[in-house]
């Protein structure tokens, strides 16, 4: 016996900033899941204040809208929002198997781009079947013809099967609401998208009559219920206070229990329901131990159900308490075991991060999929209260079976005008990437395919935007472990240190702004060992930012110049983290991003890099 028949259960999936989610804020309306006069947010879905700043979807969530068509037959869809970005990739993989239908959208200008393909990849090879969206297809700049065949020709390098490659497209607006199979509509309803979903999508293929089995895909905490896991009921049928148990990967029984309290999804809200069924995704909270990929299910059931693998983490940072002289001025947590709660605290629920503590217990090393991933999780312990010390990020290396050494790669995607072609191709040659692919994409661009190694692209965002004047676009993709491919050019010039503690003047930073570019202002507040600009020259520099002009009865001979000095170099965190070099560090707090030197003492600094030199 199958699950009822008006339940379907998608995911969408899109590229960063091509409007999933403005496309669900339309499906909410037009379903009548808001009320006609609740004032909603607009992109409800973005729910956290990273997510709306950035216009980026960090985290999956579940929602759903019940539909009602002409026949009087209400279906209940369930709504998956996939993260774009390939460094949030964890969160994907494990979502793609709760349900029966993927909606792929791709903008009618940028068509098919790398994170697209990372999440539809995952997709086909689950052998769910896509229904594509135009979106944006009002752009002036609209080619939803040739979209449509960047899309075919996606499917085919990913394997699709013919059953995939026969899908139904709409082209869609989803700022305005509508969609339509006329590539040249402009006006209408989202009617033809939920009679798509319907028609084209199963309803799920699970086992009302067995027993209670339920596979965890995400995990919350909740202050009053605390930990939350949701999932797909794969069968059987389950009661509020139900006895349950959860099973690892191998059938071990990690923990017992009860379903406490169930839970399913309204529109954005967790409603609590009394009893859930097959096929239905909905959060179970009762478990204190029971984590992701674990299956929950009944007393009697000892087989646990598949779990999709995930890609290991590719880089690391070390996570340190922060010894600046000017620790807890203006953080709130700064001890070494709040910082450990929190790291362990995010590893529960994020499997793509893992956290190893270091013997000496004041740092943490924290490997996780990209700079964005482990940057958001910076700029949210910040906002939190917490102050850091952030090392530069290195990548995971790994052995192949005779012993080599090997690094992690990076399919590398560029869209530039095309004068900047050349010199993008130069910077990332240096970078030790390997271009695979060069064409034109139409409207005076070009799109160069590179495989590079990740060592070599960090840091490189900064500079790709200065080289072509902001206009290029950048994507990239975890790919392979690949050989080693030896030493890779670090930062070209050094940096002016200051040697003291305390204020910056106008005078001592005017006579330092020859050297290069300055990073503080006047009043600002410095330390010994801080970074306070880029010296133009390939060596470190200790300077005095703090030296004022001597104040004597005697008259100069010249008039006193009006000190006028260039606005100081502001970085935000992810700039910051990229700059550095090894040998310093970003300290973070809830107010300021200043960057140090990882040893403040110059000649503990001096010992220190004889011992390196040495050795």
Known sequence: ??????????????????????????????????????????????????????????????????????????????????????????EVERILSMVDGVILLVDSSEGAMPQTKFVTGKALALGLKPIVVVNKIDRPDGRAQEVLDEVFDLFVSLDANDEQLDFPVLYASGRNGYASDDMHARSGDLTPLFEKIVSHVAPPAADVDGPFKFLVTLLDRDNFLGRILTGLVASGSIKVNSPIHALDATGKVIETGRASKLMAFRGLERVPVDEARAGDIISIAGMTEATVANTICDPSVTEPLHAQPIDPPTLSMRFAVNDSPFAGREGTKVTSRMIRDRLLREAESNVAIRVTESADKDSFEVAGRGELQLGVLIETMRREGFELGISRPRVLFAEDENGKRTEPYEVVVIDVDEEYAGTVVEKVAIRKGEMTDMRPSGGGKTRITFSAPSRGLIGYHGEFLSDTRGTGIMNRLYEKYGPYKGTIEGRPVGVLISNGTGEAVGYALNMLEERGVLFVSPQEKVYEGMLIGENAKPDDLEVNPMKSKQLTNFRSTGKDDAIRLTPPRIMTLEQAIAYIDDDEMVEVTPKSIRLRKAILDPNERKKASRKNAAA
């Open 1 to 90: 016996m199958s699950a009822p028949q008006a339940l379907r259960n998608i995911a969408i999936i899109a590229h960063v900033d091509h409007g999933k989610t403005t496309l669900v804020d339309q499906l909410f309306r037009q379903s009548g899941t808001f009320r006609d006069n609740q004032r909603i947010e607009e992109r409800a879905m973005d729910s956290n204040d990273l997510e709306k700043e950035r216009g980026i979807t960090i985290l999956a969530k579940c929602t759903s809208v019940e539909w009602d068509d002409h026949h009087g037959q209400t279906t209940h869809i369930n709504i998956v929002d996939t993260p774009g970005h390939a460094d949030f990739g964890g």
